[in-house]
């Protein structure tokens, strides 16, 4: 029995060895199939990754910013006079585009127009300043596409910095802090004392490695450019006209952000402008005098705080709260006898600037701003978006509310917007020559221009974004 039993064991024992032998030849088989299997799908990916890759380089990326608005308008002058546009209509398309062929180098551009309804440039205005290159997409002109925006950014790391070069027609509209009641993602400068399109150049730094959020930006532009025409009698074509009345109007800033957690954060700006321009209004008129001449240099500076979230998680309210403040200081300084601002002195102005967004049970926001500037207060903010003028720029007081709803997603929005500007001096969106004179709103002079003493602005706007 016990020899039955052994060898009924043995041939068990034979025939899993057999089997089990055969079984691990069938997954040593399968193993090595699944390997070529991997390694051809290794290839096939890295082809596709390759050919997505180019195919993303080799494509301009396009985005659409549409908006159809009705501004109701009401001034009110120093001598009681009223005037109002009850029903102003206008289009503005944003056509933006980019372009990245590797990872430290980018293409921005931005096409526009901006229009009232059925109405060309010289259909309408007469005279004026609307196609002046500081604010030709910011104003009603006409239906034909401007470049808005056109820059190359090039993104090195240096030294172990990300760093920033950047040449073109530079994004330098709808900037820090007054982008929130714009619904729009905040651009170079701070929006308290620069609002105007021009070309130039920057090149940042980021310090976040010792600073949380920390970088520093320098910023040149060129406002305008003396050149003769080509074709000019002289035969001289580009170059420097000196007989023009207007040198090269150049600008130098510096953007410096000391901190910024997400949560809390600090921006400072300060620029000095070159042979800034303005009107003589002792000759305008006369056979000999020129439109413009240069007046001098300007400087401003500014330093605004904002707070995104109140407290630590008290509430969803709070913590989507946005509340900030912002304080700017410009000055003149006139070239010779010349007479800035209608003073041939160094002549300092100030300005203060606070406000509040909210959500609001709609899942909107709700914004409430005030804005305060003192007699010779005068921003580089020509291109800011609003009808009766630059906000900013008040000699006054000026009051603002705002609220922005969403309808569908983040593609399609509407915003019902309301600015009040109070003045206390004439001249606060004019250039930097006489024009620019602070007269007191009550005085002689101011009743005898038959100055604009307050202005409003209703707004409603659809917009679409893709």
């Not at 959020?213 to 040149?220: A, D, E, N, V």
Request: glycine share 8%.
């Amino acid at each position: 029995m016990k020899k039955i039993i052994a060898l009924s064991t043995v041939a068990f024992l034979s025939t899993s060895v057999y089997a089990n032998s055969d079984m691990q030849a069938q997954i040593d088989a399968l193993t090595k199939k699944i390997q070529k299997l991997e390694k051809k799908q290794n290839k096939n990916t890295k082809k596709i990754s390759n050919v997505n890759k180019l195919a993303a380089k080799d494509n301009i990326k396009f985005d659409i910013d549409f908006r159809t608005a009705y501004d109701n308008l009401q001034y009110e002058t120093t001598n009681g006079n009223k005037y109002s546009n009850d029903a102003l209509y206008s289009n503005r398309l944003w056509l933006g585009m980019g372009y990245a062929p590797t990872n430290t180098m980018l293409f921005k551009g931005q096409l526009s127009f901006n229009k009232a309804f059925g109405a060309s440039y010289n259909q309408r205005a007469k005279g004026g300043y609307d196609q002046f290159d500081w604010v030709i997409n910011e104003n009603l002109t006409d239906d034909t596409l401007k470049v808005r925006e056109a820059y190359w950014l090039w993104t090195p790391t240096v030294a172990g910095f990300p760093t920033t070069l950047s040449v073109g027609r530079r994004p330098a509209t709808n900037g820090y802090l007054i982008n929130l009641r714009d619904d729009d993602k905040a651009k170079s400068p701070l929006g308290h004392i620069i609002n105007m399109e021009f070309d130039g150049a920057s090149a940042s730094v980021k310090l976040d490695k010792y600073v949380s959020g920390m970088y520093f930006k320098l910023c040149l532009g060129r406002g305008l450019t003396n050149a003769k025409a080509r074709f000019d009698q002289s035969g001289l074509d580009y170059t420097k006209d000196g007989g023009s009345s207007l040198d090269n109007m150049d600008m130098i800033g510096a953007i410096f952000k000391p901190y910024d957690n997400g949560q809390y954060s600090l921006m400072t700006n300060y620029y000095r402008a070159f042979n800034v321009i303005g009107n003589d209004l002792s000759v305008v008129g006369t056979p000999a005098a020129p439109v413009m001449t240069t007046y001098g240099e300007m400087d401003g500076a500014a330093i605004s705080a904002k707070i995104d979230g109140i407290g630590n998680e008290i509430n969803d309210f709070l913590d989507s709260t946005i509340l900030f403040a912002s304080f700017a200081w410009s000055q003149t300084r006139p070239d010779g006898t010349q007479r800035m601002l209608g003073s041939a002195d160094n002549e300092a102005g100030t300005s203060y600037w606070i406000g509040a967004q909210m959500p609001n049970l709609t899942g909107g926001r709700f914004g409430l701003e005030y804005n305060n500037g003192s007699k010779y207060w005068r921003p580089f903010t020509y291109g800011e978006d609003t009808m009766i003028g630059s906000k900013m720029a008040v000699r006054g007081s000026a009051y603002e509310a705002y609220w922005t709803q969403p309808i569908i997603d983040d593609v399609f929005s509407m915003q019902i917007r309301y600015t009040y500007l109070n003045y206390d001096y004439t001249g606060s969106n004019a250039f930097f020559g006489d024009g620019g004179t602070p007269y007191k709103i009550d005085s002689a002079t101011a009743k005898a221009y038959d100055s604009v003493e307050k202005a409003q602005d209703i707004r409603v706007y659809f917009r679409y974004r893709y």
